[in-house]
């Protein structure tokens, strides 16, 4: 289960909870600047040696190349793939136009990324009375001011949402009704349920699970022993049921950067080095949004892709961002020497609090 709130299966009123989905975000904006770039296959992401595409244009996805993938698996896939550079800030400031839009509509936002959000209108303060011409306008003024296609799922909870935005992609949307929503989970395979990731289905396939309907048809009790504390969450999803509110202003669970290296690595100085304007762009983030944290933790991707992670946690929030690089250093320094040479070297930040509840670390004792 991705996100920490719990389903409870506990009645509730009916709601009103649309999803946005904004198409290919990223590879659109791309496109939308760059005329050049239209109706061919883009990868938003690091160069097509080293990096990962971050974003794929719907010409891409059609040779098979997805976010999160090796750059040079999706150049194999897709040879006349064109890569393209990110502009965060491009993105960043298109994301806030958008959420300008939203909250005509709402106040209950909850972001999940910079292309997508859960919005509450239940109680929406234009006094539309359907969901569906709130999402249709929200769409069509996106469209006006950005000139970006948005997806947009609507149904009486996030789960079902999130699934009915996916079911009308690219520029659509899809009511999924209270009627409707057992029925439409029931058929659907265990793969597609948001929360459940490879893993876990190969899992629940294993356990002769397969769709919604398998699911259903087992006891609360079987689905804990098996799944854990996720295993309440799987059994009432299954019956459309996920209570889960919508949650304005959502803190995220942690601050990240990490970065692909031309050459791999293997010196501490070297790598020492690298860690600096990582901890500067996790620190400007704190700086920007008054998040501090307590626990920080050192990524290592080596040359044959092994990923290791580790942590160290401070009684308070880390004070500044010399005490960050102070932690992350003191983390790499205890694995060397390592065993391999390094691709990739990320830091993050965990165990957030924002504002006055962050009582800064004086001395890290280190």
Known sequence: MSESDTVTGEASPVRKIIHIDMDAFYASVEQRDNPDLRGKPVAVGGSAERGVVAAASYEARQFGVRS????????????????????????KAISRQIRDI???????????????????????????????????????KIKAETDLNASAGISYNKFLAKLASDHRKPNGQFVISPEMGPAFVETLPVGRFHGIGPATAAKMN????????????????????????????????????DDRPVRANRIRKSIGAETTFSTDLAEYGALAAELKPLVDKVWRHCEATGNRGRTVTLKIKFADFEIITRSRSVAAAVAGRDDLERLACGLLEIEMPLPKRVRLLGVSLSALQIGDEAEPQLTLGI
């Not at 064109?82 to 502009?87: E, G, K, L, M, Y």
């Not at 972001?111 to 249709?136: C, F, H, K, M, W």
């Not at 504390?229 to 049921?241: L, M, N």
Request: net charge negative; charged share 20%; proline share 6%.
């Open 68 to 91: 999160a993938m090796p750059s040079v698996t999706a150049k194999r896939q897709c040879p006349d793939l064109i890569f393209v550079r990110p502009r965060f800030e491009v993105y």
């Open 102 to 140: 939203f909250a005509e509509h709402t106040p209950i936002i909850e972001p999940l990324s910079l292309d997508e959000a859960y919005l509450d209108v239940t109680e929406n303060l234009q006094g539309i009375p359907l969901a569906r011409d709130i999402a249709l306008k929200i769409r069509g």
């Open 206 to 241: 294993a356990l002769g699970l397969f769709t919604g309907l398998d699911i259903r048809n087992q006891t609360l009790e079987f689905m804990n022993a098996n799944f854990g504390k996720s295993g309440a969450y799987y059994y009432w999803i299954s019956r459309g049921v």
